[in-house]
């Protein structure tokens, strides 16, 4: 009896890993070209995350809302980047900074790069929607 409920708890928990690893790599998944550790869930919103070198931490850069996807792919160049910054200019709130309309809390470095943010709703994580070069 023993061995038969600890082979019912590997099988659902084996269960459990295959539902969470559908959220990438599979062509009906939010991140398709994921790789399943890019994919963490927050606050129970699958998102496909980056590694901030300067913090050796995941940062999560698109999330499957319930809204859409929000963020942007890590795998675009050119249409989510803005114009390089003047030296010395503020990144956010003047007419010359590299996000103009951008509130100082919307702004995230992420590996030596200013992005502007947006909050994903139903977590308190943040994702670029834009960087600057």
Avoid: Y
């Amino acid at each position: 009896m023993k061995t038969a409920a600890i082979i019912a708890g590997v099988g659902l928990m084996m269960l459990g890993t295959v539902a969470q690893a559908q959220t990438s790599g599979t062509p009906g998944s939010p991140f398709p070209n994921a790789a399943p550790h890019e994919v963490q869930m927050i606050n129970g919103v699958p998102c496909r995350t980056i590694l901030d070198r300067e913090s050796n931490t995941r940062v999560p850069v698109q999330c499957a809302s319930q809204a859409g996807m929000i963020g942007m792919d890590p795998t675009t160049t050119g249409s989510v980047l803005v114009a390089p910054r003047a030296a010395g200019a503020p990144v956010s709130g003047t007419p010359a900074s590299a996000f103009p309309t951008a509130a100082p809390h919307e702004i995230r470095v992420i590996n030596g790069v200013p992005c502007r943010t947006v909050l994903v709703q139903g977590t308190d994580q943040r994702v670029p929607v834009e960087c600057a070069r």
